[in-house]
Every structure is written in structure tokens, then in C-alpha cells.
T-cell receptor, first 107, second 114 residues
Framework: RKEVEQDPGPFNVPEGATVAFNCTYSNSASQSFFWYRQDCRKEPKLLMS???SGNEDGRFTAQLNRASQYISLLIRDSKLSDSATYLCVVNRVQFYFGTGTSLTVIP | NAGVTQTPKFQVLKTGQSMTLQCAQDMNHEYMSWYRQDPGMGLRLIHY???????DQGEVPNGYNVSRSTTEDFPLRLLSAAPSQTSVYFC?????????????FGPGTRLTVL
């Protein structure tokens, strides 16, 4: 079973829409959780860490459910510049990456 | 700060050739790692290092060697290139492996093995 699983999408949404991505992880001993953003043919960059209490950064909200081993990312008021691949990352001794969810925001 | 740098950006090799991918960071990070990214596979860990002189294998280490003689540098060596090693290679560094240590990535090396 994969350490981290994500719906690959693609998600195609109009500007201004709200979109949610989900991710599950297989090992309950996982310690920390992140969402990274990767633009086409570029390196991944940290979007936000995901804390147990949930956290928000502007239009982005991340939630963690340890009981269900589930992480989510909500993007409100989507912008064209949000078009990218979003990687779910779990840390347990090593960093484990999901395969990514592709988002395209359409004008 | 330059952050994490990688050279070369692109490389084409013939089967059986060897080469070294260079990675350097100027953030005094202890933890460095090499990943490969293939379509549909996500990033997979090749080797990592928790400090100078200490390296360990990740998920897909076969065909690759690493060394860490300084905090700054973490080169990845391909011993005898194979077409299956065609991929995008990313080097990353972080302060440590502790909880919520962000990983910073280099720009990647795009390798094609013919």
C-alpha cells in the first residue's frame, strides 16, 4: 500500500470557484504533514504545513484528521495563478510524497 | 542566499556512462536528500544524509552512490547509466528531520539516458 495517496485529478475549475483536495496516508506513526505546490517542470515549494488543529493562510485552509489518516486542502476564490500540481507530503523519519493533484483554473 | 543549487540542468547520457549530479546548499542545513520524479510515481527518495559523513539509502537506491564530505555539498553519482534512470532529479535540504522542518528543493536536473 502506498504511504500517501491522492486523487490525481485533473481538476478544472472556473476563476472564483472553491476547490478541495484530499489525501490519505497509510502509517498512523506519521508525524508531520504538508502541502507543496509544483509548477510545470519546476521544483516543489512549500505551500503550507498542516497542523492538528487545522490552519488557514489567506485563501488556503488545511485540515488534518489523524483518526481517519486524512489531510485536506481547500482553496477559496481560485485565481489563474493557482494552476499547478499540489503535492501531499507526510513526514515519518523520511518525507513521503503523493503523486500530486493537478489543478487548472479557467478564466 | 542562493538556497539549493543543482548542476547540470540538463544532461543526456549513453547507456553505461557514469556521471555526477552536483547539489549544494548555503543554508547550513544538516539534512539533504536526493529524489527522482517520474510521471505517475511522485517523488521517490534515492539517498539521504543527516550530516557530513553520514548517508543512508532511501526507497530507490540501486544504481546510485552518494557521499557527504561537507555540510554544503551532496553529490549523486550514477555508476553505469541505464534508460530506466531517465528522470528528473531533485536535491533538497532541511534544517533536520524533525517535525515540521520544511524541505527546500533545487531546480532539478533533467536526465535522459539513451
Amino acid at each position: 500500500r502506498k504511504e500517501v495517496e491522492q486523487d490525481p485529478g485533473p481538476f478544472n475549475v472556473p476563476e472564483g470557484a472553491t476547490v478541495a483536495f484530499n489525501c490519505t496516508y497509510s502509517n498512523s506513526a506519521s508525524q508531520s504533514f504538508f502541502w507543496y505546490r509544483q509548477d510545470c517542470r519546476k521544483e516543489p515549494k512549500l505551500l503550507m504545513s498542516v497542523y492538528s488543529s487545522g490552519n488557514e493562510d489567506g485563501r488556503f485552509t488545511a485540515q488534518l484528521n489523524r483518526a481517519s489518516q486524512y489531510i485536506s486542502l481547500l482553496i477559496r476564490d481560485s485565481k489563474l495563478s493557482d494552476s499547478a500540481t499540489y503535492l501531499c507530503v507526510v513526514n515519518r523519519v523520511q518525507f513521503y510524497f503523493g503523486t500530486g493533484t493537478s489543478l487548472t483554473v479557467i478564466p | 542566499n542562493a538556497g539549493v543549487t543543482q548542476t547540470p540542468k540538463f544532461q543526456v547520457l549513453k547507456t553505461g556512462q557514469s556521471m555526477t549530479l552536483q547539489c549544494a546548499q548555503d543554508m547550513n542545513h544538516e539534512y539533504m536528500s536526493w529524489y527522482r520524479q517520474d510521471p505517475g510515481m511522485g517523488l521517490r527518495l534515492i539517498h539521504y544524509s543527516v550530516g557530513a559523513g553520514i548517508t543512508d539509502q532511501g526507497e530507490v537506491p540501486n544504481g546510485y552512490n552518494v557521499s557527504r564530505s561537507t555540510t554544503e555539498d551532496f553529490p549523486l553519482r550514477l555508476l553505469s547509466a541505464a534508460p530506466s534512470q531517465t528522470s528528473v532529479y531533485f536535491c533538497a535540504s532541511s534544517r533536520g528531520r524533525g517535525v515540521y522542518n520544511e524541505q527546500f528543493f533545487g531546480p532539478g536536473t533533467r536526465l535522459t539516458v539513451l
